[in-house]
T-cell receptor, first 111, second 111 residues
Framework: GPKVLQIPSHQIIDMGQMVTLNCDPVSNHLYFYWYKQILGQQMEFLVNFYNGKVMEKSKLFKDQFSVERPDGSYFTLKIQPTALEDSAVYFC?????????FGHGTKLSVL | QQKVQQSPESLIVPEGGMASLNCTSSDRNVDYFWWYRQHSGKSPKMLMSIFSNGEKEEGRFTVHLNKASLHTSLHIRDSQPSDSALYLCAASHTGYQNFYFGKGTSLTVIP
C-alpha cells in the first residue's frame, strides 16, 4: 500500500537543542499530520497541514513547534528549543481525503 | 475534553475467544469512525472503517455503528495471539479533515 517515510527513525538530542523531524508523505496526498505518542499510549494530535497552511493545531503544539513543507519536499516538524517532555514517538501521517496512512515514526529522546 | 472515549483500557481474552472493544464520541459532528491496530513498536494500520448505521464484517472482524449514540464497537472472533496489540478508534466528520483518536484498548490474547 501507500507508504509514508519518516527520517530518522531515532533521534537523540540534548535539551535545548533544535531538532527537525522529516516526513515524506504519499505523493498524491493533500493532507498531512503530526501525532505524538508516549510509551505506546494515546495517539495525540499535534497539527494538520493543507495547501501550505496549518489548518488546526492542538494545545500540545507549543510555540516551540513549527511545521512546513517547502516546495513539495519533506513535511517537517521542527522543535526549537526542545524540552524533556518532548521525548516521544512522533508519527507523520498523510491522507488523500479520508483515511490516514502513517509512517513508522521517529523516536525522539531528549536528554 | 476527550472527543473519543474507548473502553475497556485493557482486555485479556483466551485464544479462540471473542474480544469486544467499544468507542464513543462526545462530538455530535462526528460521522466517520475508523479502527486502527498498532502492534508494539510499529505504526498504526487501519483495520476497518464505518460510516453508516449497522454492521460491517471482514473475516474475523465485525464493526457496529449506532450513529444516534455515536457508538461503535469492534468484535474479534476466534482471537489469535497475533491479535495482541493496541486498538485505536478514530473519528472525524465530513468537511473537516481531522482525525481524533481515543486512548486505545490494549488487547492481549493468551495462548
Amino acid at each position: 500500500g501507500p507508504k509514508v517515510l519518516q527520517i530518522p527513525s531515532h533521534q537523540i538530542i540534548d535539551m535545548g537543542q533544535m531538532v527537525t523531524l522529516n516526513c515524506d508523505p504519499v505523493s498524491n496526498h493533500l493532507y498531512f499530520y503530526w501525532y505524538k505518542q508516549i510509551l505506546g499510549q494515546q495517539m495525540e494530535f499535534l497539527v494538520n497541514f493543507y495547501n501550505g497552511k496549518v489548518m488546526e493545531k492542538s494545545k500540545l503544539f507549543k510555540d516551540q513547534f513549527s511545521v512546513e513543507r517547502p516546495d513539495g519536499s519533506y513535511f517537517t516538524l521542527k522543535i526549537q528549543p526542545t524540552a524533556l517532555e518532548d521525548s516521544a514517538v512522533y508519527f507523520c501521517a498523510s491522507s488523500p481525503r479520508e483515511r490516514l496512512f502513517f509512517g513508522h515514526g521517529t523516536k525522539l529522546s531528549v536528554l | 475534553q476527550q472527543k473519543v472515549q474507548q473502553s475497556p483500557e485493557s482486555l485479556i481474552v483466551p485464544e479462540g475467544g471473542m474480544a469486544s472493544l467499544n468507542c464513543t464520541s462526545s462530538d455530535r459532528n462526528v460521522d466517520y469512525f475508523w479502527w486502527y491496530r498498532q502492534h508494539s513498536g510499529k505504526s498504526p494500520k487501519m483495520l476497518m472503517s464505518i460510516f453508516s448505521n449497522g454492521e460491517k464484517e471482514e473475516g474475523r472482524f465485525t464493526v457496529h455503528l449506532n450513529k444516534a449514540s455515536l457508538h461503535t464497537s469492534l468484535h474479534i472472533r476466534d482471537s489469535q495471539p497475533s491479535d495482541s496489540a493496541l486498538y485505536l478508534c478514530a473519528a472525524s466528520h465530513t468537511g473537516y479533515q481531522n482525525f481524533y483518536f481515543g486512548k486505545g484498548t490494549s488487547l492481549t490474547v493468551i495462548p
